[in-house]
């Protein structure tokens, strides 16, 4: 049996390196809290984001919600969501006490298409939600047109998208906010980790306080907060994996070029956005595969056999989120509502990607699907 290549691997900066980073945390004993190693990782993150303002979060998720909480939307009123996206996107406008509206998506970027988003608008509507699948940048412009004629605010979950930029521009600086997941397998991790990003400083300050158990002074408590701090290892791990994260990232353009060479001409087989050359710079974090029906196998097939052959890829993403169990009695209809999504959450997968995934292997996993020997 052939060795197994997962979906994705965890980049790890040198052993020594980050024993190195966390060395001092045994001297200071200030292990969370708004340390060093947090403010510090602020500040690098704001410059390699290109953001005016960063909090960092604990996890994705928690920045997710904190962003939509610091609002202070009325309960029960609406966002304008995309169903093709991770657990996490939906469950935070719910556990926030909002109502998902789900649009329907885009085919070429899998991302939240504005068109249907404005038509689903109405007057209980506060937010739109938009997610960069795979990286792939939305139509922000469009998107951001719609949010100023309705008055409504727009919070990006940028969790595939860390580091990209349009024309030069950050993409954390779209909307009213955006967040970003540093968990183990995104292409910058901090073990578990994220940050809320924004240009409004007295946004930021909310954000600040709802990490924090709502705490403002020492005998003041003024909002319903979390605990939803960084601390300092976690925060060391990002120091360390900054310094390294160029280099993973063309090594990850490398692996994406290979693909692109063995699949973009197979009949029955359309491949992500390719922004090689445009003025968009990707971080080539995903590599979603969409099966057509002139290709021989459905994407089950290739999944599994895939499988046999020791080859994790993902059905990413599979299940729609308005077809989770937890959402069954909201009245949701993805086929019906969300065609587009519902159509290709059953035919893609996403290949393995990470950086250092040998070109041999990526040949390999490229014969296994065609079926040509390389
Ligand atoms: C990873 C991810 C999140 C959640 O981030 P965590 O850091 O795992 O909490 C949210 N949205 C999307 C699209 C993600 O991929």
């Known amino acids: 049996m052939e060795k197994k290549i997962l979906v994705t691997r965890s980049s790890m900066p040198g052993f020594e390196e980050y024993v190195d980073e966390i060395r001092e945390l045994w001297d200071s004993r200030w292990l969370t809290n708004m340390g060093k190693k947090h403010n510090e990782l602020t500040e690098k993150l704001k410059e390699y ?55 329907d998506i885009d085919p070429k970027t899998c991302c939240l298409d504005p068109t249907c988003a404005e038509s689903l608008i109405t007057d209980k509507t506060v937010a739109i939600l938009p997610v960069h699948v795979y990286g792939h940048i939305c139509d922000v412009d469009a998107i951001d047109a719609i949010a100023k004629k309705h008055g409504l605010k727009v919070i990006y979950d940028a969790a595939h998208a860390f580091g990209e930029t349009v024309d030069g521009r950050g993409v954390g600086s779209f909307g009213d906010a955006s ?7 995104k292409v910058f991790h901090t073990i578990e980790g994220g940050c809320v990003c924004f240009s409004d400083p007295a946004y930021g300050k909310e954000i600040y306080y709802l990490k924090d158990f709502g705490i403002v ?32 990232i063309e ?56 499988g ?49 995934l040998p070109l041999e292997d990526v040949d390999r996993i490229c014969s296994i699907i065609t079926g040509v020997k390389l």
Not at 314 to 323: A, G, H, I
């Open 217 to 248: 002074d020492e005998e003041n408590v003024a909002r319903v907060g979390e605990n939803g701090k960084m601390n300092e290892f976690a925060a060391a791990m990002g120091l360390c994996n900054l310094r390294h994260l160029e280099g993973e």
């Open 251 to 306: 090594s990850r353009a490398q692996v994406v070029k290979r693909y692109r060479q063995h699949l973009s001409s197979v009949p029955g087989i359309s491949l992500g956005m390719d922004y090689e050359g445009t003025n968009i710079k990707s971080n080539n974090a995903y590599f979603p595969a969409i099966f057509g029906d002139e290709f021989p196998m459905d994407r089950d097939e290739v999944h599994r056999i895939l």
């Open 49 to 103: 984001l290109k953001v005016p303002g960063l909090e960092l979060m604990v996890n994705g998720h928690s920045a997710l919600e904190a962003a939509i909480q610091a609002f202070g939307f009325e309960k029960g009123s609406e966002v304008i969501t995309t169903p093709f996206t991770f657990a996490s996107t939906t469950h935070a406008i719910v556990r926030c006490g909002l109502k998902p509206v789900f649009a």
């Open 308 to 356: 046999e052959n020791n080859i994790g890829a993902r059905k990413y993403f599979y299940p729609l989120t308005n077809s989770f169990d937890c959402y069954k009695d909201c009245g949701y209809d993805p086929k019906r509502d969300t065609p587009v999504a519902w159509d290709i959450s059953k035919r893609v997968l996403t290949l393995p990607l990470f950086a250092h």
């Open 179 to 185: 967040i970003f997941s540093f968990h183990a397998t």
